[in-house]
């Protein structure tokens, strides 16, 4: 099915009456307590904590596009505090306690967020719903409770995750071919631009100097060096996520990751009936090549998954213009999912990318002998991890010891992706094998098909 609109950043721009006007860009060499390299909600969170903490700093935010240009403007809006990162491999430099706080902070970041926003009077759509997991076939159910375990005995809160049956996971949605399913209780949806042009603003408010259309071409020790000039800065954050690899000497740094996103028109009351979601729970489903979708504010759902997962040489989109195969591979989810949909218009299609280590585990630091600082590799979790970021770069750049600075996942180190044309054909390989096993498992193979291991072991996914 052909797309009304497709790119054009992504729909939740359209949904805001289009992309924003620029800021001007730097206009030459400056100077800076901190420079920021990426305004999105990494960069936009730490510079908020920052001159919260201490006002009179003097940052500058440098974004080549505009702020919210990347994946925090196009995003699935998954405001969920989760952690799908592996536990075990931060547990090999941590302990079992300290991962346990990981989880538990980044499961706060909800609330956090709701606070800011409602304090900042950030109108983002945010509701608080459960995020509902489901699974179509036995496999599927097989690893649903396995992962409603996981999460169960990792969290503080046991309760905050509870595995439904069939009749109680359809009640929820009328998804068909229906199992069962979990939920995770303690979630939101987000309007994910509005959240970030409102973030922006507020940091504004603040004092904090956005410089847009300004291209970074070298970060070194006290200095960032962009096509209109140099900042020059004794602490300097890249934030930069799923657009990392486009800086020069971080080639292989983080793989940049594609995803892409449908939205539907906006559904008929009749439609809502039948479908059901009456709680506007975040869906997503127990596949190996899972998908991520939400009921918007105006009654139309948005689906997502991997499409096209990469790119060569981590080369990204334009203005988030996404293939029609992606498309044509996204609405076959939802009407398999959902067969009621299966006359409804696709009013944008889009694309965007997000940041993977070689671990698949975000991390966040600050080198003490060069004063340069990160964070990202979200994998998609970067709606809620990037504030817990932000906070967290905060007291790296104020020397504060806190419980988040001695979090496992600051300051570790990760090592660096292959080169081409060996992650190319590892990340393809990967998510052809996961989408074999997918239809293994939909045809009737009632355990987790040894391919989606064999495809994991390809990455270290």
């Known amino acids: 099915m052909q797309a009304k609109r497709n790119g054009d950043i992504s729909f939740w721009y359209a949904d805001m009456g289009g992309v924003p006007a620029f800021r001007p860009p730097l206009p030459g060499d400056i100077d800076a307590d901190v420079a920021i390299v990426g305004a999105g909600y990494t960069g936009l969170w730490t510079a908020y ?29 998954w405001l969920s505090g989760g952690f799908s990162w592996s536990r075990e491999k931060y547990l090999k430099t941590s302990t079992r306690q300290g991962v346990s706080a990981m989880q538990a902070a980044m499961a706060g970041c909800v609330d956090e967020v709701i606070r800011v926003a409602s304090a900042e009077g950030i109108d983002a759509d945010i509701r608080r719903v459960d995020n509902l997991t489901v699974a179509t076939n ?51 949806r987000v309007q994910p631009a509005k959240l970030v042009r409102g973030l922006a603003a507020a940091v504004e408010r ?4 956005i410089y847009e259309k300004t291209t970074v071409t070298a970060i070194a020790k006290g200095s960032v060096t962009t096509d209109r000039g140099t900042v ?96 044509d591979q996204l609405h076959t989810i939802l009407t398999t999912l959902l067969p009621q949909t299966a006359g409804c218009r696709i009013d944008h299609a889009w694309c965007g990318v997000l940041g993977v280590p070689r671990d698949w585990c975000t991390t966040v630091g600050l080198d003490p002998a060069t004063r340069i600082g990160w964070a990202g590799g979200y994998v998609g979790l970067g709606v809620s991890s990037s504030n817990l970021s932000g906070r967290t770069l905060a007291d790296l750049i104020l020397g504060q010891e806190t419980e988040l600075t001695r ?17 190319w054909l590892g990340v393809h390989s990967m998510y052809q094998l996961y989408r074999i096993a997918d239809g293994r498992e939909a045809a009737g193979l009632a355990h987790t098909s040894k391919l989606a291991a064999l495809a994991d072991s390809l990455t270290g996914h």
């Open 232 to 327: 020059r800065a004794e602490t300097i954050i890249r934030a930069t996520e799923g657009f990392t690899a486009g800086i020069p000497g971080e080639e292989r740094t983080w793989l940049a990751l594609n995803s892409a996103q449908i939205v539907t028109e906006p559904l008929s009351p009749e439609l809502w009936r039948q479908i059901g979601w009456e709680g506007h729970e975040l869906l997503g489903n127990a596949a190996h090549a899972y998908c991520y979708a939400q009921r918007t504010r105006e009654g139309r759902i948005t689906m997502g998954g991997r499409g096209v997962p990469y790119r060569y040489g981590s080369r990204t989109d334009v203005n988030g213009q996404t293939q029609q195969a992606t498309i």
């Open 49 to 77: 904590y920052l001159k919260k903490a201490r006002p009179s700093l003097r940052i500058a935010l440098i974004e080549r596009e505009f702020a919210g240009f990347g994946a925090s403007g196009r995003n699935g809006g």
């Open 206 to 209: 603040l004092g904090v100097l």
């Open 138 to 188: 036995p496999a599927q159910l097989e690893r649903a409770r396995e992962e409603c375990e996981t999460i169960r005995a990792w969290d503080v809160d046991p309760d905050r995750v509870e595995m439904l049956d069939q009749a109680a996971t359809r009640a929820r949605i009328n998804v068909r071919d229906v199992m069962g399913g979990f939920v995770v209780h303690g979630q939101a």
């Open 407 to 423: 979090l496992p996942w600051v300051n570790r180190k990760v090592r660096p992706w292959e080169p081409e044309p060996f992650r």
